[in-house]
């Protein structure tokens, strides 16, 4: 559906923050659901974060509530991960995800859910 691309992943202490980004090529941006998933060593993938298209509603995963904050700018076809207060769990491969809304404009946490994926960007937080 969209090529997604990741990048602002990276190395840093527990407590620390980082700002992961996504960049979407396409010219119907603000009709694509967008999320974040993440994936540790051994481990399936879980939800992290996700927008809606417009109305800027969102939804995390309960271990991540507080800390992230996801957003978008249509403007931009960029959707942002804000992450603070990162602890050694936090470590994993974050990917962005995307689906083409046809109908109502809502935000949903399933991998299924979402069609577009990047190639993901890799978050180390030491102890």
């Known amino acids: 559906q969209v090529q997604l691309v990741e990048s602002g992943g990276g190395l840093v202490q527990a407590g620390g923050s980082l700002r992961l980004s996504c960049a979407a090529s396409?010219?119907?941006?603000?009709?694509?659901?967008m999320g974040w998933f993440r994936q540790a060593p051994g481990k399936e993938r879980e939800f992290v974060a996700a927008?809606?298209?417009?109305?800027?509603?969102?939804d995390y995963a309960d271990s991540v509530k507080g800390r992230f904050t996801i957003s978008r700018d249509n403007a931009k076809n960029t959707v942002y991960l804000q992450m603070n207060s990162l602890k050694p769990e936090d470590t994993a491969v974050y990917y962005c995800?995307?689906?083409?809304?046809?109908?109502?404009?809502?935000?949903?946490?399933?991998?299924?859910?979402?069609?577009?994926w990047g190639q993901g960007t890799q978050v180390t937080v030491s102890a």
């Open positions: 927008i809606s298209c417009r109305s800027g509603s969102t």
């Open positions: 995800a995307g689906q083409y809304v046809f109908g109502a404009d809502v935000v949903l946490q399933r991998a299924r859910d979402f069609a577009s």
């Open positions: 396409t010219r119907t941006f603000s009709s694509y659901r």
